[in-house]
């Protein structure tokens, strides 16, 4: 009986310990997280939106929560430049989250992978960037497209899915055709 309760209690005290070191840990490294966090939404920014400064991108806010965001030539808001927004889709084992850019008529502008964990060599090909190129080939094809208009290949579509990963291409397609309806209306009833 002795042997079980010093046992448990020696569990307890490696919990506690372990449970200790991890907090700290957790509370060390998170001003580091959330500013490597904040670097990549920046450079998101500025691919989704290339023609606006970064310092002229600004969040729109809803519900205490960015809905999007505007760009403009320069920071004192004048002339649009476009609109960003994270647009987030299901895809074969993760949520696939871009940031899109579209001008005032819906021509996406800019395109950039913020997250995903799909497949290894299947799903993963969205951000591939091809030998001697200097951007993902899958994401490029939305360049001067309609945001409202794009469909896969499979759906009769432009965009040329990534073969073996149809589930992870359509997802990214249809998530930004969502992410835009989405912008159209917050946008309207800002307006």
């Known amino acids: 009986m002795n042997d079980i309760l010093k046992l448990g209690g020696l ?7 372990a449970a200790t070191a991890l907090a700290g840990i957790y509370n060390v490294t998170k001003p580091r997280i959330e500013a490597q966090k904040a670097l990549e939404l920046e450079r998101a920014l500025t691919v ?18 960015v809905a999007y965001y505007i760009g403009y ?3 004192d808001k004048q002339d649009t430049v476009g609109y960003a927004f994270v647009a987030r889709g299901s895809g074969y084992s993760s949520v696939i989250e871009t940031m899109v850019g579209v001008d ?21 090909k969205v951000e591939e960037v091809k030998y ?7 994401t490029r094809q939305f360049l001067n497209k309609s945001a409202d208009q794009l469909a896969v290949d499979k ?8 073969t073996g990963a ?26």
């Open 11 to 17: 569990l307890m005290l490696i919990t506690v310990i």
């Open 104 to 124: 005032s008529a819906g021509q996406i502008l800019g395109i950039k992978v913020l997250s995903q964990v799909e497949t290894p060599g299947l799903g993963t």
């Open 155 to 162: 759906d009769g579509g432009d965009i040329q899915s990534i």
């Open 166 to 191: 149809t589930i992870s291409s359509r997802a990214l397609t249809n998530s930004v055709v969502q992410g835009y309806q989405k912008l159209l209306k917050d946008n309207l009833t800002q307006k």
């Open 48 to 65: 989704a939106l290339p023609d606006a400064p970064q310092e002229a991108i600004f969040p729109v806010q809803q519900n205490d929560k």
């Open 132 to 138: 001697g190129e200097q951007d993902p080939w899958f």
């Open 73 to 75: 030539k320069t920071p």
